[in-house]
């Protein structure tokens, strides 16, 4: 062979590169959706292209004959394998499938026949000739009616396929929509290139036009597998996630018929899809216990039915969302059914494990409280014990205050804290030493000194103890004035805590009613005098009030 020669058939042994990259990429992808059968769709182009190279070099006219009938073999390979591909590629709900299927083997099978008989009636290769080219030479002949039906039911059969491919071309994404265009375009390329030869047309002067097409397709293609990931990445189909899905959906118009129903609703509805599609939804769904009927004329909804089966009780969540088209009308609505049975069920559980846990939690507290409220009087009664003078104080002064916050309207919580807070009002009197706390006389003012340490004293004791930190104001407080006069901090009118001004009264009331070393018990009227002189100075003059009117009720 000659260097002009080679020369020449580079771009076809180009052509032929190309195809078995192809190949070889989608047959190491047989796993993939669509690339088994894109593969013998591959192998059929790699093989008409090598039968073409090798028939051009070829000198004898059997031989010719033998490696044309080879290229129709391979376009029979590409007639089968083609539609394959697109209908799986494009996940096509074929509505006749053995049909479409028996079409697509059928035809080629009876050209795969038809070549058996040229051997013996010329049905292809009638009046076969070699032609002499630049270089080589090829088989003429004259064209069949068999030739040329073949070659429209390929061209019609490309033509429904590329309306596949189109078609979804229209419903994906911009990702797949690419993809998609790429399988399109390499396809058309491939299969309309033969047309050429037909209408004697060549890309270039002696060279046959078929390979190069085919090339221009497999350029494309290839473009597919380093951009858009052929096999890598493939489209799932939408029928198959309506079809997959496990809740019940059905598909309205703007009449309300039928639309569509996946499987999981005709399974409910006990019909088939020819028994409910285009009929009206009020009559599909008269006695169906979810209430698709009462949402036919809203957009959006959503709510939940309960029904009976077999003696359990099923629940469905439904949810109605309006459909647009192109230009934002509406044209239906979809209904998706979802069954929240074990849902509810698992929040009745969690309802009642809360439940019991609260009333746990709450009997739990309630003996914490109770503990606390033993404690708490267990301190004052062992600082009553040290101090009998002082012995049943707690008790009584605990009484009137929380008389006086009953009247006063605070609430039983709040009272709660207060009961608390009065009980331990004097607990910070631990820290007095005996000879002060149970001086007969006057104190020295280094004594008082000593004495006004016990609310600090109170504070530091009972602060690091949260339940009491509402509690704490009335051990902390209680000898707080009106005035400002108080101590330890020296508040003044409503910056002293409610519950220490109530407190305040109380204590003096009670103090000044009883027999104290120090001090004889005063007459009652004596005391009321007192109370009122020192309204405003060192009790709350709206305390003062509220008592004077228990006091007068004969309550305290």
Not at 103 to 120: E, K, N, Q, R, S
Not at 180 to 202: E, H, K, M, Q, Y
Not at 243 to 269: F, K, R, T
Not at 312 to 326: A, D, F, G, R, S
């Amino acid at each position: 062979m000659t260097p002009n020669e080679i020369t020449y058939l580079i771009p076809y042994f180009a052509a032929l590169t190309l195809s078995l990259g192809v190949l070889f990429y989608a047959w190491s992808r047989q796993n993939a959706r669509g690339a088994a059968s894109f593969s013998w769709y591959m192998v059929g182009q790699t093989l008409w292209i090598a039968a073409f190279i090798l028939g051009l070099i070829s000198k004898s006219l059997t031989t010719k004959l033998f490696l044309d009938t080879l290229q129709w073999f391979a376009y029979i390979m590409i007639g089968m394998a083609l539609p394959v591909f697109v209908i799986q590629y494009t996940e096509q709900k074929i509505n006749n499938p053995k049909f479409i299927f028996g079409m697509i083997y059928t035809v080629p099978g009876l050209l795969g026949a038809a070549l058996i008989g040229d051997f013996f009636f010329n049905w292809f290769h009638r009046d076969p000739k070699i032609s002499p080219l630049q270089y080589f030479s090829v088989l003429s002949y004259v064209s069949t009616p068999i030739i040329y039906g073949y070659a429209i039911y390929i061209y019609l059969l490309t033509i429904w396929l590329l309306y596949l491919l189109i078609r979804r071309i229209i419903q994906h994404h911009n990702f797949y929509q690419v993809q998609t265009l790429l399988v399109a375009t390499g396809i058309f390329f491939s299969v309309f290139g033969t047309i050429l030869p037909l209408l004697d047309i060549r890309i270039y002067p002696q060279y046959a036009s078929t390979p190069f097409t085919g090339a221009i397709g497999n350029l494309l293609v290839i473009l597919g597998f380093s951009q858009f990931g052929f096999f890598e990445i493939n489209p799932i189909g939408r029928d198959k996630v309506f079809e997959a899905l496990v809740e019940p959906v059905v598909i309205l118009d703007n009449n309300n018929l039928v639309v569509d129903a996946n499987s999981s609703m005709l399974d409910l509805l006990g019909q088939t899809s020819n028994e409910v599609i285009g009929k009206a939804a009020k009559e599909v769904f008269a006695t169906f216990p979810i209430p698709i009927k009462q949402y036919m004329q809203v957009s959006y909804a959503r709510t939940e039915a309960n029904f009976v089966i077999g003696g359990t009780t099923i629940c469905y969540e439904l949810t109605v969302w309006p459909l647009y088209n192109e230009r934002k009308e509406m044209t239906g609505r979809i209904y998706i059914s979802h069954d929240i049975t074990a849902q509810k069920e698992l929040e009745r559980e969690l309802r009642k494990l809360n439940s019991e846990l609260e009333d746990r939690v709450r009997a739990r507290t309630s003996e914490l409280a109770e503990a606390y409220d033993t404690t708490l009087e267990g301190w004052a009664r062992a600082l009553e014990l040290r101090d009998k003078e002082t012995e049943g104080h707690s008790r009584r002064v605990t009484e009137i205050t929380l008389k006086i916050a009953r009247a006063m309207k605070i609430s039983e919580d709040n009272i709660e804290h207060i009961r608390r807070g009065a009980i331990l009002h004097d607990i910070g009197k631990m820290s007095i030493p005996d000879e002060i706390l149970h001086k007969p006389g006057k104190l020295t003012e280094q004594e008082r000194e000593i004495i006004k340490e016990h609310p600090d004293t109170a504070y530091k004791l009972l602060s690091p103890i949260p339940f009491l930190k509402k509690a704490l104001v009335i051990p902390y407080s209680h000898h707080e004035k009106w005035d400002g006069s108080g101590y330890p901090q020296g508040l003044k009118g409503e910056e002293i805590p409610l519950a220490a001004r109530i407190f305040a009264v109380a204590d003096v009331w009670d103090a000044l009613g009883s027999d104290r070393c120090y001090n004889q018990a005063w007459q009652r009227e004596k005391i009321i005098a007192y109370l009122a002189e020192e309204s405003g100075r060192h009790f709350d003059p709206i305390i003062i009030n509220i008592f004077f009117s228990l006091v007068e009720k004969g309550e305290i």
